[in-house]
């Protein structure tokens, strides 16, 4: 069976700092799909970045990059020069294509707090 | 435009209840979800519907049934409401190739008394 493991509950970091958000995964499938989603307070849940399982280089967008560590069995995230805005719940989710879905599994989320 | 729009956004209703939430996406998907987000932030899936048949069904209590009359709406109905179906629902599409985004909802927020 397919999980994620988020081990941070809580983070608080002072803004323009960079910040390091921890997922970890275990599952038998080899080919896979990691991503990272942010819910804001107001509730909606934001997708940020998508890595899959045979991508040789870590994905990017913007200020946001996954740390893809396959041996590791990790997939960290990383917000760099960290914004007021960016505090909020951010979810760690592995993807399992089912038949034309796709399910999606959730880590226990970490909330990150971003100090002025 | 609203790619995934649900109804009602906040639903309070008492133990017995019946009530049903809506969902439409206008982004041509294929497949469609139905997420529970519980009181600790937990998101779980609960049903996914491929071009209106029922692909995943995972440990629901059958007062939940889900309904998709086209491939552009998934509806949740939920039977004899409990005080623990009080959560947050969301729904979300995807295309029907592994390319991987969901697109989420807003949420519709359910409070049994």
């Known amino acids: 069976a397919q999980k994620i493991t988020q081990t941070q509950p809580g983070m608080f970091v002072q803004e323009k700092e960079a910040v390091t958000l921890d997922c970890t995964y275990d599952t038998s499938d080899q080919s896979y799909g990691l991503f990272w989603y942010k819910q804001p307070s107001s509730g909606e849940m934001i997708f940020l970045i998508y890595?899959?399982?045979?991508?040789?280089q870590n994905a990017t967008e913007g200020r946001y990059s996954l740390n893809f560590q396959k041996a590791r069995k990790s997939a960290n995230l990383v917000i760099s020069a960290s914004q007021l805005g960016d505090s909020a719940m951010y979810f760690c989710a592995m993807i399992r294509p089912i038949q034309g879905a796709q399910k999606l599994v959730f880590g226990q989320g970490t909330r990150l707090t971003i100090n002025p | 435009d609203t790619a995934v729009s649900q109804t009602p956004k906040y639903l309070v209703t008492q133990m017995g209840n019946d009530k049903s939430i809506k969902c439409e996406q206008n982004l041509g998907h294929d497949t469609m979800y139905w997420y529970k987000q519980d009181s600790k932030k937990f998101l779980k899936i609960m049903f996914s519907y491929n071009n209106k048949e029922l692909i995943i069904n995972e440990t629901v209590p059958n007062r939940f049934s889900p309904k998709s009359p086209d491939k552009a709406h998934l509806n949740l109905h939920i039977n004899s409401l409990e005080l623990g179906d009080s959560a947050v629902y969301f729904c979300?599409?995807?295309?029907?190739?592994?390319?991987?985004?969901?697109?989420f909802g807003e949420g519709s927020r359910l409070t049994v008394l």
């Open positions: 890595q899959g399982s045979y991508d040789e």
């Open positions: 979300a599409s995807s295309r029907r190739e592994n390319t991987g985004e969901l697109f």
